[in-house]
């Protein structure tokens, strides 16, 4: 396994528990029994309990009450004392990056067993409207798309796919295979809310919902809560997934300050997790790719390496994402079949998770490495995240 980054940062930390629960259209749960059930199942997946855990890293989704303090709520309810929170929000990417943070504090002693967890019910609350929002008029740096009427996220994701299209040729088909690809695999995933086949003539067919994205390229609106737990290696024997590698690169919140809409961060964030993992692209077996919306995915494939920029359609073509591929993705169906309870960062670790240990059932791949991508923050991921994870 990896030893020290390139830069001299101890690689000390793994990933001991993880779990999702309340997966559904409508969980039955408030948001933050939601987060207490799938915590404790991520511990006890773990072998510990909630008396072993002294850093809650938890992000603020608006679904946890009270939203602005989910640690204390959260802590509350499971009984725990702290010496370390964190509520780091960067919209989809906010559980990933403090995954990041707690493997840096385990790494170095500031704390000994950190949880990360995130739950919504967005859904059955309500408090997401398809479409999109308006961003808030008093958000200077998106003022000029309030006042143009652009809706958040779809509108930005419909602008960079029209543009992606436009500069490098990629079709409706190929921008299609990001649905195609995430259905293939949710047929094999009992936990995915849409397992039904879905044929590329299917998705051809889907309705437009904001041009040239059609509802088979939009996320889903769900309930559901993930957790993981993240320990010092070497502690205790407990199936242990290495973070091998981890980088973070913030921009922007609003359309008018990103540098382009075909280019994202993960160029930066992609090399510098592999640096310090001490891998290449061409070692990774597994890729994890938030995919709000599909144009998303096809572009991080071309900015993490996997591809030229231009290409990432063509790949997704070419069949390499699907089961029997070179390089599944998203093998418990992506927010697109999965689930998307907002910020769905967290569920794709909890899945390379599973794939590393081998416990993914019919689904199953075989792969000693996992890359896991997410974005979020703002206008076509203002942030940006990358875990590298190796097989125990």
């Known amino acids: 396994m990896p030893g020290p980054s390139s830069d001299g940062f101890p690689a000390g930390a793994v990933i001991t528990g993880a779990a999702e ?6 969980c039955g749960m408030a948001a933050i029994d939601l987060a207490v059930e799938t915590a404790l199942q991520a511990l006890d997946d773990a072998g510990l309990t909630a008396a072993d855990v002294d850093a809650l890293l938890v992000a603020k989704g608006a679904d946890l009450v009270p939203a602005d303090r989910p640690t204390l709520e959260l802590a509350e309810h499971l009984g725990l004392t702290l010496d370390r929170t964190d509520t780091t929000l960067a919209g989809g990417a906010s559980p990933v990056v403090q995954i990041m943070h707690a493997a840096e504090a385990v790494a170095v002693g500031r704390c000994r067993t950190a949880l990360v967890v995130y739950a919504s ?15 808030p008029a008093a958000h200077r740096s998106a003022q ?23 500069e490098f040729g990629t079709t409706l088909d190929q921008l299609g295979m990001v649905a195609y690809s995430d259905r293939s695999w949710a047929t094999r995933n009992p936990a995915a809310l849409r397992r039904e086949p879905l044929t590329p003539e299917q998705i051809a067919a889907s ?13 889903l609106i769900t309930d559901g809560a993930a957790a993981v737990v993240v320990e010092r290696a070497g502690r205790r024997d407990a199936r242990p997934v290495t973070l ?13 300050g990103a540098a382009g809409l075909t280019h994202t961060l993960a160029a930066r964030t992609g090399p510098a997790a592999l640096d310090m993992a001490g891998i290449d692209v061409d070692d990774v077996g597994l890729v994890q790719l938030y995919d709000a919306f599909s144009i ?35 093998t418990q169906g992506g927010s697109l079949s999965h689930c998307h309870p907002g910020y769905y960062g967290l569920f794709l670790v909890v899945e390379a998770v599973r794939q590393l240990r081998r416990e993914a059932g019919g689904r199953q791949v075989d792969a000693d490495w996992a890359l896991c991508h997410a974005a979020g923050g703002g206008a076509f991921g203002g942030s940006q995240a990358t875990l590298v994870l190796g097989a125990p």
């Open 207 to 219: 309705p437009p919902i904001a041009e040239p994205l059609r509802r088979a390229d939009c996320c």
């Open 121 to 135: 019910t967005q859904a059955s609350s309500r408090s997401r409207r398809l479409g999109g929002h308006a961003r």
């Open 244 to 256: 091998a590698g981890w980088a973070e690169a913030h921009r922007q919140y609003s359309l008018f």
């Open 144 to 166: 000029l798309e309030t006042a143009a009427g652009l809706l958040s996220p779809i509108g930005v994701n419909a602008l960079a796919a029209a543009r992606h299209m436009y």
């Open 296 to 330: 998303l995915p096809l572009v991080l494939l071309e900015d993490l390496g996997f591809c030229p920029k231009g290409k990432g359609g063509q790949l997704l073509a070419d069949g390499v994402t699907l089961p029997g591929g070179r390089l599944p993705m998203n």
């Open 21 to 26: 629960a309340g997966v559904a259209f409508d």
